[in-house]
Structure formats: structure tokens, C-alpha cells
């Protein structure tokens, strides 16, 4: 019984590089969000997926950053050309349903370090 | 926009008191739900409680509970016979809507240190 599963935990990418991160969400789960964490802060909104969907993309920036979740396999985060300021925790969470009541399960995060 | 405040950076509490973290929020919806997430150093977001706006009677989950006051826009966390395993940051969390309005929104965290 799996939980939220992100991998890498820990990714080390030079300026310019592409970063891929990847969560499959909990079985059963068609529903994926995804969140930033930047040092001493709250996690922020990134953007919300449905299967083969994008509902919600007003917390990620317009250029760079793309995120899908197709039918089969896991979601994913892409960021291109990273920059020091990508450097941060990226957090996914999936859930059942999208009531407000349904309980998010976070996976351990991705630790994105631009060097 | 929904805010989340949670003004105390940091608490601490001796092993086996109590403990209240505060959280405030700003909203114009009428239902929404409130959660308080625990971070440990593993970094994995734990759901601790939750409490949904329209329900009176304050949420408990066996040594933690909360007080959860409507019209003046405020949830705090109280943590009974604290332990060792209590000591992580703890987010307060805001989620009203359905659909594209699900997402929540966090407060900046508290870390809470807990004393031997």
C-alpha cells in the first residue's frame, strides 16, 4: 500500500540544465498537485492535474516550467534551463477526489539544488 | 485572494505539557476547510487534523485538538502531553471549492521544538 512516491529526492543540476521530476501518485488517485518550497516558507501552489489534464496552472510560472500527468505512468515536472532561483523543495500531493474536504497525501519531495 | 498567517516562528514546550500554535486566515467563502499538516525533518506532510467551516463542534484527533473561532478568522492547534515526536514544523492550511479552486493554500510554518 504505497504511498505518494517522488523520486529523485535529491537533484543536483547546473545552470541552463533540464530538471525531471517525477511522482506517482497513490494508487487509485487520478488527481495531482504539485507545490514549491522555498527555505523557512510555507509550501506554494504550483499547479493542479487530472488524469491527462492540466485544471490549474496559476502558481507556475509561464516559461520553463510544464507539468503532465498522462493516462499511463508517473506525473511530471519539467523545468528547462534552471536557474539559481529554482533551487528549492518540490513537493507533489495526490488525492481521490477534489472536494475540499478529501485529504491530500504528500510524497517526500524532490530537492532541486542549482549549482 | 486567501491568506494564511501564522505569525509565531518558532515554540517551544516541555516534554508532556500543552501547547497551542496559532494560525489566522483571510477569506470571503463561507465553506471551506481548515487543516494543520506536520513536517518532520523527513520532510513527509502529515495531515495531523482537519475542520470544515460549517461544523461548530471543534475537530479532535487524540492529543490534538483545535479552536477553531468563525467569525474572528482564527484555528489554533492545541497539542496535549506533547512528546519528542511532536517536534517538527507545523503548516495551517486553507482549501475552500471544488474543482479548479481545490488547492490548498499554507501558512509560512512554526517549528515547534519539544524539551526532554
Known amino acids: 500500500n504505497a504511498g505518494v512516491m517522488q523520486n529523485p529526492r535529491h537533484l543536483v543540476r547546473r545552470r541552463g540544465q533540464e530538471a525531471r521530476l517525477r511522482c506517482s501518485p497513490v494508487?487509485?488517485?487520478?488527481?495531482v498537485y504539485w507545490y514549491r518550497q522555498l527555505p523557512e516558507e510555507g509550501l506554494k501552489f504550483m499547479v493542479y492535474l487530472q488524469k491527462e489534464n492540466i485544471i490549474d496552472e496559476s502558481g507556475m510560472p509561464k516559461e520553463r516550467f510544464s507539468a503532465e500527468f498522462p493516462k499511463e505512468g508517473p506525473s511530471i515536472l519539467r523545468i528547462q534551463q534552471v536557474v539559481r532561483g529554482d533551487s528549492a523543495a518540490y513537493f507533489c500531493?495526490?488525492?481521490?477526489?477534489?472536494?475540499?474536504?478529501?485529504?491530500?497525501?504528500f510524497g517526500q519531495g524532490t530537492r532541486l539544488t542549482v549549482v | 485572494a486567501q491568506t494564511v498567517t501564522q505569525s509565531q516562528p518558532e515554540m517551544s514546550v516541555q516534554e508532556a505539557e500543552t501547547v497551542t500554535l496559532s494560525c489566522t486566515y483571510d477569506t470571503s467563502e463561507s465553506d471551506y476547510y481548515l487543516f494543520w499538516y506536520k513536517q518532520p525533518p523527513s520532510r513527509q506532510m502529515i495531515l495531523v487534523i482537519r475542520?470544515?467551516?460549517?461544523?461548530?463542534q471543534n475537530a479532535t484527533e487524540n492529543r490534538f485538538s483545535v479552536n477553531f473561532q468563525k467569525a474572528a478568522k482564527s484555528f489554533s492547534l492545541k497539542i496535549s502531553d506533547s512528546q519528542l515526536g511532536d517536534a517538527a514544523m507545523y503548516f495551517c492550511a486553507y482549501r475552500s471549492g471544488s474543482g479548479a479552486n481545490s488547492k490548498l493554500t499554507f501558512g509560512k510554518g512554526i517549528t515547534l521544538s519539544v524539551r526532554p
Open positions: 500531493a495526490s488525492s481521490p477526489g477534489r472536494e475540499m474536504g478529501t485529504e491530500a497525501f
Open positions: 494508487k487509485g488517485h487520478s488527481h
Open positions: 475542520q470544515e467551516a460549517y461544523k461548530q
